[in-house]
C-alpha cells in the first residue's frame, strides 16, 4: 500500500514537472512567434539597417507654365545639411557640434526629429543652405561624418508675390495631413502642397521619389553605393493665366487691399487674379521658420486669405444688376419703368435713404442702372419681395461655391426668411427686403461670384465655371459647359444698356471709358458700418465703404470679364473703375481712361424736399 501511495506522489510531481516543461516551450514558441511574425517588419528592418539603408531621391514636381509658355513655377536645386540617421542619443551635444560648424535653429531641428516618422531617416538641419555652408560641411566631414549634405529639388516662384494666391505654396505634409485617407501614402517629410494650384493639383503635380541603397557602417555613417533608382519628375501643368495681364493688374491694384480678378465670359478661363495684400511662395520652399509662420497667420492684414474666393464682402450697388435681371425677367417691371426718386423712401415706418441727397427725380431703369439710384431699387425690391430676388440670386451663382479650382473657396450669402428662421430663429420684416435691393442687409458676394454674373449678362445669359487650369502632362483638363440659364433676351438687351450706361459720360462708372472700345459696367459702394457711426468717424478709414466695379468688354462681343473691389476704398467709381480701366486698357492695347477730372453733374430733375436726417444707407458709388 505505501509503495502505491509513493508512485501516486511521484506520478503527480512528474505531471507538474511536465506541465511545466510544456508550459515553457509554448512560452518560447510564442516568444519565437512574437518576434519573427508580430515584430519581424521591426528587426529585418534594424538588420537592413545596419549594412543597407535605402535613402529617397525627392522628385521634382512639375513646372507650371502661363498659357504663352511663360515659367510661372519651376524648380531648382538646392543643398540641405541633415544628420546622420542613426537616432540621437545625445542630441543636445549633436547639435552643439554642428552649431559650431554652421549656424542652425536647435528649436526647429528637435521638432523635425520628433515628426520625422522612419526611424533611420535623416534629418534635415538646415534647408536651402547657402553655398558657404556646404563648403564648411564637407571641409569637416572627417570630423563629423554624422554631418552630410543633400542635393534636393527646391520650388521656385520667378514672379514672387504676383500671383501667389493662384500658385499657392508648398510645404511639409502636416501631421493634420497626414490623418487624413488623401495623404494615407504620404511619408513623414514629403513636400506637398499646401495653396492655391500646388493643393488643388497636388497629386498631379508630384512626381515618383527615387531610391539610392548605400551601405553604411556601425555609426549610420554612409560608405558606399549599392543602387540607384533615379526619381520620375512631375508632369507639366499650363494654367489659363496669361502673365503680362497678371503684371498689369498687379501693378493697377497698387498694393491697395482688396482684390480683381479677370476671365473669358465664353468659357470661364481665368485670365488674371489678384489679391492684396500677398505674400512671396518663395519663403516656404525651404521650410519656414516658426516666427515667420506666425508673423503671417497673425498679420491683422491676412495676407494669407485668397479675397477674390474667400472674401466676403457686401457688394453694394453693385447687386442692382441681380435686382434688375430679376425684376425683368419676372416680369415686375420693364426697361421703361419710371420710378420718382426725392433722395429718399419712406416705407414700413422708416426713411431709406439715396446717395444723392437731392434726389434723382423720375427714372427709368436705365438710367437707375446709369446713376445707380437707390430708391428706384428701394421700389423694384418691394415689388419683387425676397423669395424671388434669392431665387435670382442663387440661379446667377450665388450663395454658392463658383466651383473654382482653388481650395478653401467661400460661399457667400443670399439671405431669405428661410434662411433666418433656422439661423436666427425669428421671421423676417419686409424692411429687410428694402436694404437686400442695395446689395446690404446681410447679402455676402465673392469676387469671383461677381466676375462670373459680369460675364454671364456678357455672354448672353450662359453661368461658366471659372477655372485656372489648362492642361495636364500636354492633355486640356475639361470642365462643365456654360450653363443656360434661360432668361429672357430682352432682360439680358436690357440690362447690358443700363451696365453700357453706368460706363457711358454721366455714370457712376466713367472712369473706366476706354477709346474706341464700348464697355459695359456697373458702380458699388457698400457700408461696413452704420450710416451713424460713419458719419462720426469719417476720417477713419478702416469704417469706409468697399469699392466695386464689375464690367466686361466690348459690349457686343465680349472678351474679357471681370470684378475688382477695394477694401475701404470709399465710392466704387473712384477705386475701383480706374483699376478696371487699366486693366482693360492692357487688354485692348489702347491709352488707360482719362480717370483725372470729373465730368459736370448732370441736371437734376426738380424733387421734393428733403427730410431730417434718419436711418437709411447714403453711399455714393461714384
Not at 359 to 376: D, E, F, R
Request: net charge neutral; glycine share 10%.
Amino acid at each position: 500500500m505505501r509503495i502505491y501511495e509513493d508512485l501516486r506522489s511521484l506520478q503527480s510531481r512528474l505531471s507538474v514537472i511536465k506541465s511545466v516543461i510544456v508550459l515553457a516551450l509554448a512560452l518560447v514558441v510564442v516568444y519565437f512567434w512574437h518576434l519573427q511574425v508580430v515584430r519581424g517588419k521591426y528587426f529585418r528592418e534594424l538588420a537592413d539597417n545596419n549594412r543597407i539603408r535605402a535613402v529617397a531621391i525627392p522628385a521634382p514636381r512639375g513646372p507650371v507654365f502661363d498659357r504663352n509658355g511663360r515659367v510661372l513655377v519651376e524648380n531648382r536645386s538646392s543643398f540641405n545639411v541633415v544628420l546622420s540617421a542613426e537616432p540621437h542619443a545625445n542630441l543636445d551635444a549633436e547639435l552643439e557640434r554642428v552649431g559650431r560648424i554652421i549656424e542652425v535653429d536647435e528649436e526647429q531641428v528637435r521638432d523635425r526629429i520628433d515628426g520625422r516618422g522612419p526611424r533611420f531617416k535623416s534629418v534635415v538641419a538646415k534647408a536651402d543652405a547657402s553655398e558657404e555652408d556646404v563648403a564648411v560641411v564637407e571641409a569637416r566631414r572627417l570630423e563629423e561624418p554624422e554631418v552630410g549634405v543633400e542635393v534636393v529639388p527646391l520650388r521656385a516662384y520667378p514672379l514672387t508675390n504676383e500671383a501667389a494666391h493662384v500658385l499657392g505654396r508648398v510645404g511639409e505634409v502636416t501631421d493634420r495631413q497626414l490623418a487624413t485617407s488623401s495623404f494615407s501614402d504620404i511619408e513623414p517629410g514629403t513636400v506637398v502642397g499646401q495653396a492655391g494650384i500646388e493643393a488643388q493639383y497636388n497629386r498631379a503635380l508630384m512626381g515618383r521619389d527615387g531610391v539610392r541603397r548605400v551601405v553604411v557602417n556601425s555609426r549610420g555613417v554612409e560608405v558606399a553605393e549599392a543602387q540607384q533608382e533615379p526619381p520620375v519628375p512631375g508632369p507639366p501643368g499650363t494654367l489659363t493665366i496669361d502673365v503680362e495681364l497678371q503684371r498689369a493688374m498687379d501693378e493697377a491694384m497698387g498694393g491697395r487691399p482688396g482684390g480683381a480678378v479677370a476671365l473669358d465670359p465664353q468659357t470661364g478661363e481665368i485670365l488674371a487674379l489678384s489679391s492684396n495684400p500677398a505674400y512671396d511662395p518663395n519663403v516656404f520652399s525651404g521650410g519656414i521658420s516658426p516666427a515667420v509662420w506666425q508673423g503671417l497667420i497673425k498679420d491683422p492684414e491676412t495676407p494669407l486669405m485668397n479675397r477674390v474666393i474667400q472674401g466676403q464682402y457686401a457688394p453694394g450697388s453693385a447687386f442692382k444688376v441681380v435686382m434688375s435681371i430679376a425684376a425683368l425677367d419676372a416680369g415686375v417691371i420693364t426697361p421703361g419703368t419710371r420710378f420718382h426718386c426725392p433722395g429718399f423712401l419712406n416705407i414700413y415706418g422708416k426713411t431709406f435713404l439715396c446717395h444723392k441727397k437731392e434726389g434723382h427725380g423720375t427714372l427709368n431703369m436705365i438710367q437707375a442702372l446709369a446713376q445707380s439710384c437707390n430708391v428706384y431699387f428701394y421700389n423694384v425690391g418691394v415689388r419683387l419681395e425676397i423669395q424671388r430676388i434669392s431665387r435670382y440670386a442663387n440661379l446667377l451663382g450665388f450663395n454658392a461655391p463658383s466651383g473654382i479650382d482653388l481650395p478653401y473657396e467661400a460661399s457667400g450669402l443670399i439671405p431669405s426668411p428661410e434662411w433666418k428662421m433656422r439661423t436666427q430663429k425669428v421671421q423676417w420684416f419686409p424692411g429687410e427686403t428694402v436694404s437686400v435691393s442695395i446689395g446690404q442687409g446681410g447679402v455676402t458676394v465673392t469676387a469671383i461670384q461677381m466676375a462670373r454674373l459680369a460675364a454671364a449678362v456678357g455672354n448672353g445669359g450662359r453661368l461658366v465655371q471659372p477655372h485656372l487650369i489648362k492642361t495636364l502632362n500636354g492633355a486640356p483638363v475639361e470642365f462643365k459647359a456654360p450653363v443656360d440659364l434661360g432668361l429672357k433676351p430682352s432682360t439680358i438687351a436690357a440690362v447690358k444698356q443700363g451696365m453700357s450706361a453706368v460706363v457711358a459720360p454721366g455714370g457712376t462708372g466713367w472712369r473706366a471709358q476706354l477709346p474706341g472700345i464700348r464697355v459695359a459696367g456697373k458702380t458699388g459702394s457698400a457700408q461696413v458700418v452704420t450710416h451713424a457711426r460713419l458719419e462720426t468717424d469719417k476720417k477713419s478709414h478702416q469704417y469706409q465703404p468697399h469699392g466695386w466695379f464689375l464690367c466686361f468688354a466690348p459690349i457686343d462681343h465680349p472678351r474679357i470679364a471681370m470684378a475688382v473691389m477695394v477694401e475701404h476704398g470709399t465710392a466704387g467709381g473712384q477705386s475701383a473703375a480706374p483699376i478696371a480701366g487699366q486693366i482693360l486698357a492692357h487688354f485692348f492695347g489702347v491709352p488707360p481712361p482719362p480717370a483725372t477730372t470729373v465730368p459736370p453733374p448732370t441736371p437734376v430733375p426738380p424733387g421734393r424736399p428733403r427730410p431730417l436726417p434718419s436711418p437709411g444707407a447714403r453711399v455714393a458709388d461714384e
